[in-house]
């Protein structure tokens, strides 16, 4: 069973940054493509950013390109995945979860439904 715990959410001011990260453990059947939404109050879960199984392909939502930087350092036993974020802007502030799937492929790495694993989420609060 694979298990997904985030960390590193806090209030910070517009134009700080942040470092959210994702610890996966478990027992991994070779190597999952994961990736981090977010979610604020009254509206949809979003798409953030993608990392490839293969570590070879990273995407990210127009809205923190050039701000936001996903990464992730593998392990046999444990994956930690990464969400650097500058310049954060009042419409960041969301609840950020992290999300892999365990058996079949993704096709839309933005679609929440792709995914059947997910953490707990970490509150990210931009403001003054």
């Known amino acids: 069973q694979v298990q997904l715990v985030e960390s590193g959410g806090a209030l910070v001011q517009p134009g700080g940054s942040l470092r959210l990260s994702c610890l996966a453990s478990g027992r991994f059947l070779g190597r999952y493509s994961m990736a981090w939404f977010r979610q604020a109050p009254g509206k949809e879960r979003e798409g953030v950013s993608f990392m490839s199984s293969d570590d070879s392909t990273t995407t990210y939502a127009d809205s923190v390109k050039g701000r936001f930087t996903i990464g992730i350092s593998r392990d046999n036993a444990r994956d930690t995945m990464y969400l650097n974020m500058d310049d954060l802007k009042p419409e960041d502030t969301a609840v950020y979860y992290c999300?892999?799937?365990?058996?079949?492929?993704?096709?839309?790495?933005?679609?929440?439904?792709?995914?059947?694993?997910w953490g707990q989420g970490t509150q990210v609060t931009v403001s003054t």
């Open positions: 999300a892999t799937r365990q058996n079949g492929g993704i096709r839309d790495w933005s679609l929440p439904r792709e995914y059947n694993i």
